[in-house]
């Protein structure tokens, strides 16, 4: 299956994709509403908007350093997994995606970095959880624990709302333990909930694709124990349609879809002449008949 990613309403639509992917919110806070032809995507804790209009929403970390857009390796700004009111409007949108289309994707869930967060009510939680479960509050396996069950949480909740199929954008990072670590996602925890993790591996150009194929292969690795599909977003925007193309044959190989992320007409024209090529048929030599 070949889907698109956009934030264009008309696009969803295109007989090139089998599937729209449609953005509801987005890092920049904006907001649209959800289509009933599409599946309805939601930023959940990446909010520009939110973060300047309220700085408190903010995680920090244990120096007090803000994860927003002026540090680095943020390319926009987190909210803190913890804050309830702010948890508890994300799953209104949830519910809301649901009740226009019964399928829904989450990006953007997770804590902002391993590092993050040490405000004052993550601190207070988790040192309640430690306390609860008679562990050391020092330890840093505990801590790490208590992150994955606050995302673990949240996405259980998310799918209650949903009826039917759950997608979760996870970060491209198929080492052991990175996502755990870097984001407090459990692949194994969620996979209870999530029916299809879905994998940006943007590139401008897909000149080689040799480290596109190493991550899938890593994702395959990853998500093979458990039972979630796995499907890959390639980005669409000014790339070059032979690349695109290449890009793609590697993707086929590995993911049960293949998605294409905010230049649906590049996306369709990509689609169209890999058609088109297909049509031609093969050159076979007059002697392959008698063989």
């Known amino acids: 299956m070949y889907g698109v990613v956009t934030r264009n309403e008309e696009e969803v639509d ?38 300047n209009e309220s700085p408190e929403l903010v995680p920090v970390d244990g120096e007090g350093n803000p994860a927003t857009r002026d540090r680095t390796y943020f390319d926009w700004a ?67 624990e208590w992150r994955a069950e606050v995302i673990t949480e949240f996405v259980a909740d998310a799918a209650e709302r949903v009826p039917g199929r759950l997608y979760l954008t996870l970060y491209p990072d198929p080492y052991p333990g990175h996502l755990y670590r870097r984001a407090g996602l459990d692949i194994e925890a969620l996979s209870e909930y999530v029916d299809e993790f879905v994998v940006p591996l943007y590139d401008t150009h897909y000149g080689t694709t040799y480290w596109l194929e190493t991550i899938a292969r890593g994702f395959v690795s990853l998500l093979e124990p458990y039972d979630a599909d796995f499907s890959l977003e390639l980005y669409a925007v000014n790339v070059d349609v032979d690349d695109l193309i290449h890009a793609i044959e590697v993707a086929d190989e590995y993911a049960k879809d293949v998605l294409f992320g905010y230049d649906a007409s590049n996306a369709a024209a990509t689609l169209r002449r890999m058609t088109a090529d297909g049509s031609r048929g093969k050159t076979y030599h007059p002697d392959d008949a008698t063989r």
């Open 78 to 144: 987190y909210i803190c997994p913890t804050n309830e009111r702010y948890r508890a409007g994300l799953l209104e949108i949830v519910a809301d995606a649901a009740a226009a289309n019964g399928d829904v994707r989450l990006d953007d869930v997770g804590f902002p970095r391993d590092e993050y967060c040490r405000c004052e009510r993550c601190t207070s939680q988790f040192e309640a959880w430690a306390d609860d479960r008679d562990r050391d509050a020092d330890d840093e396996g505990a801590w790490f």
């Open 14 to 51: 295109w007989p090139e994709f089998d599937r729209g992917f449609y953005e509801v919110k987005d890092v920049t806070g904006r907001a649209a509403e959800p289509l009933s032809n599409a599946v309805n995507m939601i930023s959940c804790f990446g909010d520009n908007a939110a973060a």
